[in-house]
């Protein structure tokens, strides 16, 4: 019998979990989606309400320590300094069947998330060209974007890539099969790592890294040293993938912000870790200098050490 999406377990209510969420609940009945958060979050969810783009949202809340029937999909949706907690509240959604996708930025997410749960649950994903905004219990967005996915070997597409393909076109989100994903990822990862740290460090939104300018220069010099890092980590990035990716960041919402950005004005700690922190443990490993993401890595955790 072919593999079918019915159930869909999304854990974290950020932004991407809040945007998703909001429009498979449209789509969906109410007991197939399932929102996993601990008592306490929960309680709060249900007094504050979860807004989208203004509109209350109705979610069904599920404890960690719930156990209904596994989910046939499991959305991760939290930043990485969470995905630990994440992985161990996922636990009782898990079956033998269950299809996992994550949503987070970097590169090294779903490798983390198969040691717990195995590879052969994954498939890799990346989440691009949305410019949603989280502020509070309030998320609001103009572009959805699209979720790339596909499976981890290049050149294969198996039934599991096949079931999410058919369950978003069913649920109308946007998205495209890639043979090709790792690739992708650090396509994806060098994007992060330019427009993420530009904008938290040299601008206010994404309007300031769309025009000529400091903020648009560090971007793209720090995409550049990703991709000569991604060439001695055997990954084929070329100047047509950055032309690729800019073009990405020139179609976001100018008064969108990434999210190191949202968590600046937050006062709350980024991941730069994953970003200008993960280009430098690759460039010490590669015996490479990267000087522009040494330079942001440092402006960043020096204002974070002012919190």
Not at 61 to 87: G, N, R, T, W
Not at 207 to 216: L, N, V
Not at 227 to 255: F, H
Not at 279 to 285: I, P
């Amino acid at each position: 019998m072919a593999v079918q999406i019915k159930t869909v377990a999304i854990v974290g209510l950020g932004a991407l979990g809040t945007l998703y969420g909001s429009h498979l609940a449209r789509r969906m009945p109410e007991d197939k989606l399932r929102i996993i958060a601990d008592k306490a979050r929960i309680a709060r969810y249900k007094q504050e309400r979860v807004y989208c783009n203004g509109e209350p949202l109705r979610f069904n809340y599920v404890a960690p320590e719930e156990s209904p029937p596994p989910a046939d999909l499991i959305i991760f949706a939290v930043k990485y300094i969470h995905l630990d907690q994440a992985i161990k509240a996922a636990a009782n959604q898990v079956g033998k069947d269950t299809i996992i996708i994550s949503l987070l930025n970097g590169i090294i997410s779903e490798e983390i998330i198969g040691r717990v749960y195995g590879m052969n649950r994954l498939l890799y994903c990346v989440a691009q060209g949305m410019d949603a905004v989280k502020s509070g219990n309030r998320t609001t967005y103009d572009n959805m974007g699209i979720l790339c996915f596909g499976d981890r070997e290049p050149g294969i597409v198996t039934e599991k890539t096949t079931a999410v393909a058919d369950f978003f076109t069913a649920m109308e989100v946007p998205h495209e099969i890639d043979s090709n994903m790792i690739r992708r990822l650090w396509g994806k990862f060098m994007l992060n790592v330019g427009v993420n740290q530009a904008v938290a460090v040299f601008g206010e939104n994404y309007a300031d890294i769309q025009k000529e300018g400091r903020a648009r220069d560090i971007m793209i010099g720090a995409m550049k040293e990703v991709i000569v890092l991604a060439g001695r980590e055997g990954i084929d990035l070329q100047e047509t993938d950055l032309d690729y990716w800019l073009s990405i960041a020139d179609s976001l919402g100018p008064r969108g912000k990434p999210s190191m950005r949202q968590d600046i004005e937050a006062e709350r700690f980024s991941e730069v870790e994953l970003f200008s922190g993960t280009v430098l443990q690759l460039g010490k490993k590669n015996g490479l200098r990267t000087p522009i993401n040494q330079m942001l890595f440092d402006r960043i955790k020096s204002i974070e050490n002012q919190y």
